[in-house]
T-cell receptor
């Protein structure tokens, strides 16, 4: 089945540690996105990538980093510089042109203790 | 820059009653508009979308929305609510430029369905 997978579903880390969230898609989409979701704030864009080896900052990129070495993978690292990392993180993908719909993964809930 | 406003962070309806979730957008160019639904601890699922053409758009699970340019609105409706409709709903706007697209989301409306 085609889709987007995110792992793990729940993640716990100690304050000060970097953590990497996985996002994989087999939809053959060029574009991929990372969002952060907090209660009452909707979804906010962290980073996005329209093509392999290229990515752009979104609205709240500080304290996060990404890589796009393969078309199907777009991992997100939450660094120790992110002041409030506890949140629900959603990955999405879309065809690069001709469509504007984004397809979402199931999300990873990160809790920093 | 585009933006989305969803009026009412929480809406409560009785089972069988009309569902109306409001969305207003701001965009300097013709927008693409979307409604997504999210169940607890899950990702977002597309309900429906407006790109061009017919302004009344039908989606999954009996939902529909009407694009009204003069009112800059894209309200979501369903004639008869079901308990399974209880979820959070997000309106989003996209302005495609130079390839690729970014979505701007509203803050969401939590729908509660009561017996």
């Amino acid at each position: 089945d085609g889709g987007i997978t995110q792992s793990p579903k729940y993640l716990f880390r100690k304050e000060g540690q970097n953590v990497t969230l996985s996002c994989e898609q087999n939809l053959n989409h060029d574009a991929m996105y990372w969002y952060r979701q907090d209660p009452g704030q909707g979804l906010r864009l962290i980073y996005y990538s329209q093509i392999v080896n290229d990515f752009q900052k979104g609205d709240i990129a500080e304290g996060y980093s990404v890589s796009r070495e393969k078309k199907e993978s777009f991992p997100l690292t939450v660094t120790s510089a992110q002041k409030n990392p506890t949140a629900f993180y959603l990955c999405a993908s879309s065809p690069r042109t001709g469509y504007n719909e984004q397809f979402f993964g199931p999300g990873t809930r990160l809790t920093v203790l | 820059a585009q933006s989305v406003t969803q009026l009412g962070s929480h809406v409560s309806v009785s089972e069988g009653a009309l569902v109306l979730l409001r969305c207003n957008y701001s965009s300097s160019v013709p927008p693409y508009l979307f409604w997504y639904v999210q169940y607890p601890n899950q990702g977002l699922q597309l309900l429906l979308k407006y790109t061009t053409g017919a302004t009344l758009v039908k989606g999954i699970n009996g939902f529909e929305a009407e694009f009204k340019k003069s009112e800059t609105s894209f309200h979501l409706t369903k004639p008869s609510a079901h308990m399974s409709d209880a979820a959070e709903y997000f309106c989003a706007v996209s302005v495609s430029a130079g390839g690729g697209n970014k979505l701007t989301f509203g803050t969401g409306t939590q729908l509660k369905v009561e017996l």
